[in-house]
């Protein structure tokens, strides 16, 4: 055989041994890297969390941060003590409303940090529905849309008020959202202010007494000749105020009104005259002296009429109402009253003699001061106006007769009111 031949044999068969070697040499890579492979995947399934594990943590991680953040700003923000912008938004139109209120941050600043976990932690959105107008499913939805945005969150949503709020600061954004709760409509406030319109029908008398020690200047049966002779009558006091609401329950006012003190008299009687001595001793206040003994009877006495005393008062009055139900309250009247006597019709008897005396005359003294007191119900009609009844009594606080007489006579009166006030705006 040539040698050619033998080359060619040996040639061949190195060719088929390099054919192999690289066949078991991708064979071998192949399952070196479909093995590291499956190893790799079975490794990563092993150590990876579910998704809310991972969103938990990196929450949890995100707040620890913040938290620091938050402190070093807080740090911070009491030395710059920042302003506050409040803006006041509407959701849906007019369905919600909202404050959006968001530090003033200096940009020279590091804010970092203060992005998503302080709309998560920092923010408070209570969306309350006005009137049932929205429904139930717009509220999570609109949370939604707060809670899960970042620092270029778009408010466009919030009523077109604050879209596309610039967040070139990024972390700086720290949003307070609360909701106005449903309200009525504002109402007008009732002024403390009222005018006030009274009338009342009493029965007045005049009481008398004898002053002290002043036995002497007057007739030892005076005091029963008037007793006996002297009634009370009916008469009208009407009179207009000013009231002013001091607190929820107490009321000041001041007003002027007109008042009658009327009595009849009906004298029929025969009596002694007295006996007085001016010398050594000191007439009262209408020149009267001690009696030391009585005469003979003296000139029969035959009277029948009506005295009328007219006043013009001016009432000072404190008012306490004490609500008994939404409309009904009990109201109680103290007043002090100054008043002025403008005329003075009929007669009486002279304490001294017992003569009939004109009370035209100037038989009393000008003016008189005098006290009430009130008790009754009122009932508001409206918001503005209220009408109501009271029992009362008053009498005067200084006698009728002149100063320095020897007999205190004071009017009184007993019987029921009606009022009625309204406040002015």
Do not use: C
Request: no cysteine; proline share 4%; glycine share 6%.
């Amino acid at each position: 055989m040539p040698a050619f031949a033998w080359d060619n044999i040996e040639t061949s068969l190195d060719q088929k041994n390099n054919t192999k070697k690289w066949f078991l040499y991708a064979a071998a890579a192949s399952l070196l890297l479909i093995g590291g492979t499956t190893f790799w995947m079975m490794q990563n399934s092993n150590n990876t969390p579910s998704n809310s594990n991972n969103v938990a943590k990196a929450l949890n991680s995100t707040s620890n941060k913040n938290n620091l953040n938050e402190r070093n700003i807080s740090a911070k923000t009491e030395k710059t003590s920042p302003q506050t912008d409040s803006r006041s938004v509407e959701l849906n139109g007019s369905d919600f409303k909202a404050n959006v209120n968001s530090p003033k941050l200096d940009p020279s600043q590091n804010n970092a940090g203060i992005s998503s976990s302080i709309l998560n932690n920092s923010t408070s959105l209570i969306l309350s529905k006005r009137e049932n107008k929205v429904e139930d499913t717009q509220v999570p939805q609109q949370m939604e849309l707060i809670e899960s945005g970042s620092s270029n969150f778009d408010y466009g949503f919030l009523a077109g008020e604050l879209k596309n709020t610039p967040s070139s600061f990024g972390d700086f954004l720290q949003l307070h959202v609360s909701a106005l709760h449903p309200q009525k409509p504002l109402q007008h406030r009732l002024s403390s202010w009222a005018f006030e319109v009274g009338y009342d029908q009493n029965q007045t008398a005049v009481n008398y007494q004898i002053a002290s020690e002043r036995n002497l200047y007057v007739h030892k049966n005076y005091l029963n000749h008037i007793k006996n002779g002297e009634f009370a009558l009916s008469a009208p006091q009407f009179h207009t105020a000013l009231r002013y609401q001091l607190s929820p329950r107490f009321v000041v006012s001041v007003g002027l009104g007109f008042a009658q003190t009327r009595t009849s008299q009906n004298f029929k009687f025969r009596d002694s005259i007295p006996v007085s001595i001016a010398q050594g001793n000191e007439a009262d206040g209408y020149g009267n002296y001690p009696i030391f003994g009585y005469s003979h009877l003296g000139q029969a006495i035959d009277y029948t009429g009506i005295s009328t005393i007219n006043m013009i008062s001016v009432p000072i009055s404190l008012i306490h109402e004490y609500p008994l139900s939404r409309r009904w309250a009990l109201t109680t009247e103290l007043s002090a009253r100054y008043n002025y006597i403008s005329a003075a019709m009929g007669k009486t008897l002279n304490y001294h003699d017992l003569t009939l005396l004109s009370l035209s005359d100037n038989v009393y003294r000008n003016s008189v001061w005098s006290g009430r007191i009130g008790m009754g119900v009122q009932r508001r009609l409206t918001t503005k106006q209220t009408l109501g009844l009271r029992l009362n009594t008053q009498g005067a606080f200084t006698p009728l007769n002149k100063s320095n007489a020897s007999v205190d006579n004071r009017g009184w009166s007993v019987g029921l009111s009606a009022f009625y006030f309204w406040k002015l705006y």
